[in-house]
């Protein structure tokens, strides 16, 4: 029936003869298919622009720092501070549930930033002290040369890792940064490697300001100690983050005598439960985005259904005709719904077009700058739900005008003037 040329010859001519009845009909379909794509792909933007700030950091991962006591304990008063050390270090990598345990320091605290020299430059820089272990959680993007090794932590190399703006900062365009030397404190070190910023927004500019050097190195050259910032920690893929960040809060404040029901005295932060927390919402937007696509899809599919309900009272004499001739019911619901579904797909066909289009042009004019909307595009595999919603609507749009047209009786089809 789909091949038989005397059935395309009149749904054209039927086509032909109303034009701007058929041009409005597909408009709506147009539409519903178009603001479906354009919704999903703004969806995706949104989504890309949030969670882009996740980029490179482990999402089974977890962080710990010291915070003021709240309550007395053991003896000890209240509004007491104390710091992490390498003991706590030691004491963490034996909790089987962990994967990665790795000690972290910033000179001047968290977010502080120190004056770093080279000649007659001066950078205001952050100066953050890891192990080489930290990549596992925090990914390093390495442009040039290499990072931190464990050779670096053994042997207390005077050695650094550094941003692509403090290579801009202190050196000239196009001057080799390998092999030089930079001064922080007073202290020389030798750049043996150059990073890429693996996120965007504020963590993004703060890596690319930010110098790593040997922990070793640091406690060395900068008296720190034993003192221990924080900690950057990755559970096993088996463990849920935060049944291993329960267990090492719990390590953490029996070590340093702190409450157990004091809750302000350790600071923390899951990367897991936040993803998560993220990854929940934007499944619901989606679902929300769907729900209201469809029905504005729907919304057009109907108005086909109801021109092809005039389409078939149109037709009536002539479908009598071709049941009088010995048509059986099946090619008469299979030419309604030939129809139908060649409307819906085309109108429907395009509108994906125009919405994909769209999308693509946006995406290229913000590129990587569109802040918390990036990269608003659709999938495949979302716009090959999008065509089967658009022909499954085809198929029920058709359904109601099939019926009727079945139903009709020969000899009342061939008195109707």
């Known amino acids: 029936m789909i091949f038989e040329r005397d059935s395309w010859q009149e749904i054209f001519a039927t086509i032909r003869k109303n034009r701007l009845r058929t041009f409005l009909t597909m408009l709506g379909v147009f539409w519903g298919i178009f603001m479906l794509v354009i919704m999903l792909g703004s969806g995706n933007g949104l989504r890309n622009g949030i969670l882009k700030d996740f980029a490179g950091t482990a999402t089974n991962s ?76 925090q990914e390093v993007r390495i442009g040039k040369g290499r990072f931190i090794n464990e050779l ?26 390998l092999g030089e030397y930079i001064r922080i404190n007073g202290v020389y070190f030798k750049v043996v490697g150059l990073t890429n910023p693996t996120a965007g927004g504020q ?6 300001e930010r110098i790593n050097i040997p922990f070793t190195t640091f406690q060395n050259a900068f008296n720190y100690g034993d003192i221990v910032g924080w900690f950057a920690i990755k559970s ?28 302000s005295a350790i600071g923390h932060w ?7 927390k993220l990854s929940g919402l934007f499944t619901g937007i989606e679902v929300l985005i769907w729900i209201v696509g469809i029905g504005t899809l729907l919304a057009g599919v109907i108005g086909i259904s109801n021109i092809m309900l005039i389409v078939v009272k149109e037709r009536t004499k002539e479908i009598g005709v071709k049941r009088a001739l010995g048509a059986v019911p099946y090619q008469i619901i299979a030419q309604i719904l030939i129809e139908t579904l060649f409307l819906t797909s085309i109108s429907g066909y395009f509108g994906l077009l125009a919405g994909i289009g769209l999308l693509e042009l946006i995406s290229s004019a ?10 608003p595009t659709v999938d495949l595999p979302v716009a090959l739900k999008a065509l089967a919603v658009l022909v499954l609507s085809g198929g029920l749009a058709g359904l109601i005008p099939a019926s009727k047209a079945v139903a009709i009786k020969p000899v009342e089809a061939l008195r109707t003037e």
């Not at 029996?254 to 409450?259: D, G, L, S, T, V």
């Not at 899951?270 to 998560?276: F, S």
């Not at 913000?366 to 990269?375: A, E, L, V």
């Open 152 to 177: 670096d932590i053994k042997e207390k190399r005077k050695i650094c890792v550094i941003g692509p703006r403090v290579a801009e900062m202190l050196f000239a365009k196009g001057e080799e940064v």
């Open 366 to 375: 913000i590129g990587d700058s569109g802040g918390m909307f990036t990269n």
């Open 270 to 276: 899951n990367m897991a439960v936040e993803y998560n």
């Open 236 to 263: 096993k893929d088996n463990v849920p983050a935060e049944v291993s960040e329960a267990k090492v809060i719990s390590i953490l404040k029996e070590r340093h005598k702190i409450a157990p029901e004091d809750l």
């Open 203 to 208: 963590d993004g500019q703060e890596q690319a």
């Open 62 to 137: 977890f962080f710990t720092w010291t915070q003021q006591t709240s309550k007395a304990y053991k003896g000890m008063k209240p509004g007491r501070y104390f710091n992490y050390n390498m003991g706590d270090a030691e004491a963490l990598k034996q909790i089987p549930e962990l994967d990665v345990v790795s000690p972290l320091n910033q000179l001047g605290g968290h977010d502080g930033t120190n004056n770093v020299m080279r000649g007659l430059k001066t950078a205001a820089c952050g100066i953050q002290a890891c192990y080489p272990q930290v990549s596992k959680i």
